[in-house]
């Protein structure tokens, strides 16, 4: 497509490279949680326990977090168009690797592709928001982002029930395959770099390239701050990973008898809490030029929610919904930590800065998920059910403890080791000069 008419109707064009962006990561999101909606299946097919579900479930956080990095400095160095096509088009063969095998080892083989291919998703959408608009927009665009995704989260979890109900969750998988193919296309033909007025223009990528990998990556290390808001993502997302994303479906049809559609509605609940508080979030922070007390208010109200539906028995079925809802909306004070690495790290290593957060946001889900699932089978009882290990309710809330205590260490952070920023870049938004 022409440069001049691409310059000329930026917004427009930059809108519609966002909107592919933000469909491979709502497609992603829908293969990531997936699993849950199908535990029965897969360990009765598979004959697995719980703790082996954790493990071939994992193997997506495994790869998707060593990627980050590697993503964030690719992004830097070579643009999101060809990275965007080429991951989506992974995410589509992983999908069908894991929807065609028999094999126990072919099944971990398809998330682990699936985790590589996702990486990239996140920080591309981010990368893509960074380039094409104002940074005074940054942190709602990040919302957006977050928002969007937790679309792809929720049609991951209620709706893709009835969808496995009627066709197996075989055909689901293979059928989404396909999908992520068709995307792939359209994201190779359509995503474009940069603005092209920025072509010669923009200080950062010419920088970046000579800076180097190696010192790109060693200039995000390098600060403090960057720890510190890794520690925060790491324990704040960690219960959308634990709870959605795998072990909360089968803890409420256990406590509560639910069939599988009702508790992955409730548990849909906190991608829609994430999706809705997200934008709200950025748009606040972004306003008041606050970052410390909305991301201190976020885990403080995650961690009452997640302790109320944890330890009160007998609740009911709108007051579950209602707390999963605030667990999301609590989970997306991660979100604020993409917008502090922005305005502390200089526009050349912006995506490095993300990638790195990113990981250790999807760190949480390699080290909890399995986790989870090896305290449940240390805690199994011995109960059999078609074939499949049955875990009490008093099994699944020893297990699940851990997200409330996830939320108690994020807070700790939040209030003592992030400093705030008041939404001001430290270096010039298009060039690496000091403010």
Same mark, same amino acid.
């Given at each position: ?52 579900? $954790? ?12 990627? *980050? ?9 070579? &643009? ?75 049609? &991951? ?17 293979? @059928? ?20 092209? *007025?920025?072509? @010669? ?21 390098? *600060?403090? *701050? ?48 994430? &999706? ?54 609590? +989970?997306? $004070? ?23 957060? @990113?990981?250790?946001?999807?760190? +949480? ?17 011995? $109960? ?21 205590? %996830?939320?108690?260490? %994020? ?25």
């Amino acid at each position: 497509m022409n440069h001049s008419f691409i310059a000329k109707h930026r917004t427009l064009f930059g809108t519609i490279i966002f909107i592919l962006a933000t469909l491979f990561l709502s497609f992603e999101m829908v293969l990531q949680v997936s699993p849950s909606i199908m535990t029965s299946q897969l360990m009765s097919e598979f004959h697995i326990d719980a703790a082996g579900l $954790g493990v071939i479930a994992s193997f997506y956080f495994y790869s998707y977090t060593l990627m *980050q990095i590697p993503s964030g400095l690719l992004y830097d160095r070579f &643009g999101p168009r060809m990275l965007i096509a080429s991951a989506t088009l992974l995410c589509a063969l992983g999908a069908l690797a894991f929807g065609l095998t028999s094999s126990v080892f072919l099944l971990a083989l398809g998330r682990f592709l699936l985790g590589i291919g996702s990486a990239f998703a996140f920080v591309g959408a981010l990368t893509i928001a960074a380039r094409w608009f104002s940074p005074a927009l940054f942190a709602l665009f990040v919302g957006l982002v977050q928002f969007i995704g937790c679309i792809g989260a929720t049609c &991951g979890a209620y709706p893709l029930a009835y969808v496995i109900n009627a066709i197996g969750w075989r055909a689901t998988l293979t @059928n989404l395959g396909y999908i992520g193919i068709g995307l792939a296309i359209l994201c190779a033909l359509i995503i474009r770099n940069r603005p092209p *007025q920025e072509k @010669n223009t923009e200080l950062s990528a010419d920088e970046h390239h000579h800076l180097g990998f190696i010192k790109s990556f060693k200039i995000v290390v390098a *600060q403090s *701050q960057t720890w510190s808001l890794g520690t925060y993502s790491f324990f704040n997302w960690a219960p959308a990973l634990i709870f959605p994303a795998l072990w909360g479906v089968p803890y409420l049809m256990e406590k509560y008898h639910y069939p599988n559609t009702t508790a992955a509605f409730a548990n849909s609940m906190v991608w829609v809490g994430v &999706g809705l508080f997200s934008p709200l979030l950025g748009y606040l922070s972004d306003k008041f030029q606050n970052r410390k007390f909305f991301l201190s208010t976020a885990t403080a109200l995650g961690l009452v929610a997640s302790s109320l539906l944890l330890f009160v028995p007998n609740l009911h079925y709108f007051v579950i919904c209602l707390l999963l809802f605030f667990i999301g909306c609590a +989970s997306s $004070g991660n979100l604020l930590c993409f917008a502090v690495a922005k305005d502390i790290n200089r526009p050349s290593v912006v995506s490095t800065a993300m990638g790195f957060n @990113n990981m250790t946001v999807v760190l +949480s889900g390699a080290v909890f998920q399995p986790i989870v699932g090896w305290i449940l089978s240390k805690l199994w009882q011995g $109960g059999m059910e078609s074939g499949v290990p049955v875990y009490t309710t008093s099994n699944y809330t020893s297990a699940l403890t851990c997200v409330p205590l %996830c939320y108690l260490v %994020c807070l700790i952070a939040s209030l003592f080791f992030i400093k705030e920023t008041h939404g001001k870049h430290t270096y010039d938004p298009y060039s690496d000069q000091l403010n």
